[in-house]
């Protein structure tokens, strides 16, 4: 991968090797895909589970949300575990935490005993994003982050891919119980993995050559500053809130719309557990094409990654009101459900660079940590919203009021980056004014 990057004042164009991409960022896309099949698998499992357990859809719902509760519990506490543990310490005992706790939820029998293991999921997996974001920052240059950010979030579009027909095949081979445990085994195997490839940081890495080494020291912090009283100037920061409300917004949308959407599905369909599966896939296939094309595409405008959100969220939004509002057959609700799959899913990429931009490197851990559990909120929203305005009926009858939150997070979004453009714009104004008093 070429390192090449005119954009960048003063850089000097140059060939490195690409370990910080196959080693730290590969390893990165893993430890996200397990953590992510491990969140989500539910959603494939929920038919079979409301069918055994006697679950209404407002029940299911709370059950698909349990996760979460745990989830922005560690968020919250994420900045400061991440930043006084190091990342890679952070990851491995998230890693094992969330892969135990999946793995136990095969092994409960009624509605009180799945709430506690979910939650206890959550509490494991909250260590995980803020880990990856100090990766981020300490391995790539500002210029390299929304490919890689994009390259760790694609696990999120792929674990759809991949769980949701192995997910309907171990169902129907064995049970929703044995799918647990089977997708409970890879994130322990994986965390021994973090442990001894990934160092926390690239200039303690022996293994890493010099010349990439170097790069990434020299260019990691370009455009950057670092300076102290880290979590009260990020709790304090009104951006940092418009920022959190605003994923707070998309979030409600995206798992809304991921845990909701085998259900929905199935009801269109009028198929099995293993059809489902599979068409599942098809909308997510879609999102990790986009994902990957709107990572790229935001980099080549570093600076300006604004539209690489609020776009896409609003065309998803607005799809999802078409497959709700336009009349058609399985083929057109599926077509809206994928467009409003990639719309969601393609913000990722840019999501962090934009997020972080401006933030101080000593405090992106607690920046991360608090966008992330206020946004996941919506993780308790989204799926009980669904499911309580589904009342008794199809599922498809409080799906589309998805559409309404997240062209309310697309507004949010532009409106954040007007607020940054108009201070940027007094800031330069001031210091004109600086230069001309000086100069007389």
């Not at 509490?123 to 760790?152: C, D, H, M, Q, Y």
């Not at 579009?157 to 409970?184: E, K, T």
Request: glycine residues 10%; positive net charge; contains cysteine.
């Amino acid at each position: 991968m070429s390192t090449t990057n005119p954009t960048v004042p003063g850089h000097r164009s140059a060939q490195v090797p690409n370990a910080r991409w196959w080693r730290v960022g590969g390893l990165l896309l893993i430890s996200y895909l397990v953590a992510y099949i491990d969140r989500t698998n539910m959603s494939i499992a929920a038919p079979a589970m409301s069918k055994e357990l006697g679950l209404d859809a407002s029940a299911m719902g709370v059950l698909l949300s349990a996760f979460f509760w745990g989830y922005v519990v560690s968020l919250a506490l994420a900045g400061l575990v991440v930043t006084r543990l190091g990342a890679k310490r952070s990851m491995v005992i998230a890693l094992i935490v969330f892969g135990l706790a999946s793995a136990a939820t095969g092994l409960t029998h009624d509605f009180t005993q799945l709430i506690i293991v979910r939650v206890i999921l959550g509490l494991g997996e909250g260590l995980v994003f803020p880990a990856i974001t100090i990766f981020l920052v300490k391995w790539f240059p500002s210029w390299e982050r929304g490919r890689a950010s994009g390259l760790s979030l694609l696990a999120i579009p792929i674990s759809a891919i991949i769980m949701a027909p192995m997910g309907g095949w171990l169902i129907g081979a064995w049970d929703y119980r044995g799918m647990f445990i089977v997708q409970g085994v890879p994130p322990v195997v994986i965390a021994f993995l973090v442990l001894f490839l990934i160092k926390d940081d690239p200039a303690k890495d022996q293994r890493l050559s010099d010349a990439e080494r170097n790069f990434i020291l020299e260019n990691r912090a370009s455009g950057e500053k670092e300076q102290g009283g880290a979590w009260r100037d990020v709790y304090l920061n009104p951006r940092i809130w418009l920022i959190s409300i605003t994923y707070l917004l998309w979030l409600t949308g995206l798992y809304g719309f991921n845990q909701w959407l085998p259900t929905i599905l199935t009801e269109a369909s009028k198929q099995g557990i293993q059809a489902v599966g599979w068409l599942t896939t098809i909308p997510f296939v879609f999102a990790a094409v986009g994902m990957y094309f709107a990572s790229r595409q935001s980099d080549k405008h570093d600076g300006r990654r604004t539209p690489f959100i609020a776009i896409p969220i609003a065309v998803s939004g607005l799809a999802l009101l078409g497959q709700h509002f336009v009349p058609g057959n399985l083929a057109v609700d599926i077509v809206f459900l994928s467009v409003a799959c990639v719309g969601l899913h393609s913000a990722f990429g840019p999501w962090w660079p934009w997020a972080l931009e401006g933030v101080p490197r000593n405090q992106t851990g607690f920046a991360s940590s608090f966008i992330l559990s206020v946004g996941n909120f919506g993780g308790i929203i989204g799926p009980i919203l669904v499911g309580l305005l589904t009342g008794g009926g199809a599922v498809s009858q409080g799906f589309y009021a998805l559409g309404y939150v997240l062209l309310g997070s697309a507004v949010l979004a532009a409106l954040v980056a007007m607020r940054r453009r108009k201070r940027l714009a007094a800031a330069e104004a001031r210091a004109r004014d600086a230069a001309v008093a000086a100069a007389i």
